[in-house]
């Protein structure tokens, strides 16, 4: 049984997506808290009348959340709609392989060359299923990103502009 080229893109790493998820989810949340603290302390000190200033925030706020949360639904569909593709292709290739190497078994003429085929088959199998669930992980490692990045960007972007606000306010 041949082992064939993957169409899909395994890291030398395979932790790598996965550190790369949790290291944009951690710089996430702490822009967040950096922003739900400026925003709090916002809302404290306009009192009961916020300005004009305050109320354009305020507004900016809850519009920005509906379009971050917009956008992420929309780029997990998309990436979940293509990953359809990714799985059906793993999947076919762990029947193809598990089908040549019984059939090949099946071929077999003698009890060692049976026995030879049967150890051939079970470390090609136990080889290529670790290959696809890592493959697997990639993927959803992958969609998660595809998912977060629209908030994460719009999150930063909010920390850099209310600390530059802080400190020089308009």
Known sequence: MKR?????RISSN????WTRLALNTSELVIASAEVITHRTNRFA????????RDQREFTLMSQEKIEAVTESAQAIAARAFSLHHEIS????RQIVAGTNGIMLLATS????QSSQLQVKLVSEALCSSADAATQLADLLAQLAQHGLKPI???VTANARRLA?????PE
């Not at 064939?4 to 899909?8: E, G």
């Open 4 to 8: 064939r080229r993957r169409s899909h």
């Open 14 to 17: 395979p932790l790598e997506f």
């Open 45 to 52: 000190a306009a009192g009961m009348i916020p300005s004009l």
């Open 89 to 92: 292709v793993i999947t076919l």
């Open 109 to 112: 003429r003698t009890v060692t």
């Open 152 to 154: 994460h960007a719009r």
């Open 164 to 168: 530059r606000l802080s400190t020089h």
